[in-house]
C-alpha cells in the first residue's frame, strides 16, 4: 500500500505512536501504537487495529468488549512517524468503562470523568484483575496492599507467591475444597502482581498455553533444557539459586 511508505518505520523501530479521537466531539479518546502490519489491517477492515506492546500482538479495537472503532480519517504528522485517527467510537474507548483513557488530573489526582459502561463482564475477572493492580502502582502503600507489594522490595513480592503455593500444596494435601479454591485465588493474585511489576500481561500466558494445545505434555517437556532449582526462604531473604545442565 502506498500509504504505508510516508512512515519513517525505521525511525520508530517499527512502532509509531497513534492518538485516537472521536470524529464527532474531537475528544481525545486514547494512545496506542501500531506496526505495519496492524496499520494495514485498518486500512483494510477500516476499523482500528493496534500492536499491543504488553500482549505483544496486534488486537482489534473491541475484539473483547465489542467496543469497536470505525475510522473517518487518517491523518499523518509533519514528521510521517505519528498518526491521528478519527473515529466513531461505539460504546467506549477506556477499559475502565469511560469514554477516553484520559480522566486522571496530572495535579490533583482528581478523575474528571465517569464509568459509563460496566466492562469486566467484557474483559474477564483475570483481564480486570491485572488492570486493577496496574491502576494500583502508584498508590500509597499504606492503604493499598497491591501498591506495597509492587513498590517494596521484590523478595518480598516472590515470598509471597512461594508462601501461597505452599498452602495451596497443603490444601490440595487435606482434600479441602473450599481451602484449595481460596488458595488457588491467593496465588492468581500473587503471580498477576508480579506479572505487573514487569508489564507483562496475562495475555501472553494465554497465548503460550494456546501454543501447547496439540503438543504432547513430555514432548513439550523435551523441548526444553532440563533443569533444576532450589528456593531457600529465610524471615529476610528470598534466595533462588538456578543450575542448569544438559
Not at 467496543?67 to 512517524?81: A, F, K, P, R, S
Not at 475502565?96 to 470523568?113: D, H, P, V, W, Y
Request: aromatic share 8%; hydrophobic share 35%; proline share 1%.
Amino acid at each position: 500500500m502506498e500509504q504505508l511508505t510516508k512512515i519513517d518505520w525505521e525511525k520508530m523501530n517499527n512502532l509509531i505512536p497513534v492518538i485516537t479521537q472521536d470524529a464527532t466531539t474531537n475528544e481525545v479518546l486514547m494512545l496506542a501504537y501500531m506496526n505495519q502490519e496492524a496499520l494495514e489491517l485498518t486500512l483494510k477492515t477500516n476499523y482500528a487495529h493496534y500492536f499491543s506492546r504488553s500482549k505483544q500482538r496486534i488486537w482489534k479495537k473491541g475484539e473483547s468488549s465489542n467496543h469497536l472503532q470505525e475510522i473517518v480519517e487518517i491523518l499523518i504528522d509533519c514528521d510521517n512517524d505519528t498518526l491521528l485517527l478519527k473515529v466513531n467510537q461505539e460504546g467506549v474507548a477506556c477499559h475502565t468503562g469511560r469514554k477516553s483513557c484520559f480522566f486522571t488530573n496530572l495535579a490533583t489526582n482528581e478523575t474528571i470523568s465517569d464509568v459509563q459502561i460496566d466492562t469486566s463482564s467484557a474483559y474477564g475477572v483475570i483481564d480486570t484483575l491485572y488492570h486493577t493492580i496496574q491502576e494500583k502502582k502508584n498508590d500509597d502503600p499504606t492503604k493499598s496492599y497491591t501498591a506495597k507489594l509492587l513498590q517494596g522490595k521484590q523478595n518480598s513480592m516472590l515470598k509471597k507467591i512461594v508462601e501461597e503455593s505452599g498452602e495451596f500444596t497443603f490444601a490440595i494435601k487435606d482434600n479441602d475444597t473450599e481451602e484449595i479454591i481460596y488458595e488457588a485465588a491467593d496465588i492468581t493474585y500473587h503471580v498477576l502482581v508480579a506479572l505487573a511489576s514487569k508489564n507483562i500481561s496475562p495475555d501472553r500466558v494465554k497465548q503460550e498455553l494456546a501454543r501447547r494445545f496439540g503438543i504432547s505434555g513430555i514432548e513439550e517437556k523435551n523441548s526444553r533444557k532440563e533443569s533444576w532449582f532450589f528456593i531457600n526462604i529465610n524471615a529476610s531473604k528470598l534466595h533462588l539459586i538456578l543450575t542448569c545442565y544438559n
